[in-house]
T-cell receptor, first 112, second 118 residues
């Protein structure tokens, strides 16, 4: 029962270009969406979040877009840097008090 | 100065044994969690404690028992280990809810404890 789906297990992007990571969800009641980044042998670290009342949130090189009608969100990284190579997890929650449900992650490779 | 620390980092044991993983956070957070990342790479929540009180208990076998002696610690004890328990277990914490702490969904994770059951 995958409520949060990341259908691309991996993605390779040239340094300096835009990286676009995609995520789909099934539960229309989710009201909060998050992206986490994970390096090998480390725990995930919070990157950026967006409330369901918004369709865009930007933080430096990172922008998250939310399309509620399509139940889809994406993370844009521009420009991509070598240090962005990591696994990116999309996540969602029903409300502030509820558990955060994670996708399987997408491994991003930034090519020199 | 590590914010969320788990021990041990690696654990190899035989089926049927009992083992514990300890977690401590020095962030002053009210809520702590255990997540499991299995071979399929899903990060699934197992338990959540708020101020030592269990608030989330997912469908986890009774062999898994969390214990929170105080709000800075959340330990995970696993009885009668099975092969399927092999995974990476992540501890995490988050700030409690309140007007002075707008919820961002930010969890602070430990480095993970890789459990291998033989």
């Amino acid at each position: 029962d995958q409520q949060v789906k990341q259908n691309s297990p991996s993605l390779s992007v040239q340094e300096g270009r835009i990286s676009i990571l995609n995520c789909d969800y099934t539960n229309s009641m989710f009201d909060y969406f998050l992206w986490y980044k994970k390096y090998p042998a480390e725990g995930p670290t919070f990157l950026i979040s967006i409330s369901s009342i918004k369709d865009k949130n930007e933080d430096g090189r990172f922008t998250v877009f939310l399309n509620k009608s399509a139940k889809h969100l994406s993370l844009h990284i521009v420009p991509s840097q070598p240090g962005d190579s990591a696994v990116y997890f999309c996540a969602a929650s029903l409300n502030r008090d509820d558990k955060i449900i994670f996708g399987k992650g997408t491994r991003l490779h930034i090519l020199p | 100065d590590t914010a969320v620390s788990q021990t041990p980092k690696y654990l190899v044991t035989q089926m049927g044994n009992d083992k514990s993983i300890k977690c401590e956070q020095n962030l002053g957070h009210d809520t702590m969690y255990w997540y499991k990342q299995d071979s399929k790479k899903f990060l699934k929540i197992m338990f959540s404690y708020n101020n030592k009180e269990l608030i989330i208990n997912e469908t986890v076998p009774n062999r898994f028992s969390p214990k929170s002696p105080d709000k800075a610690h959340l330990n995970l004890h696993i009885n009668s280990l099975e092969l399927g328990d092999s995974a990476v277990y992540f501890c995490a914490s988050s700030q409690g809810l309140g007007v002075e702490h707008p919820w961002t969904g930010e969890l602070f994770f430990g480095e993970g404890s890789r459990l291998t059951v033989l």
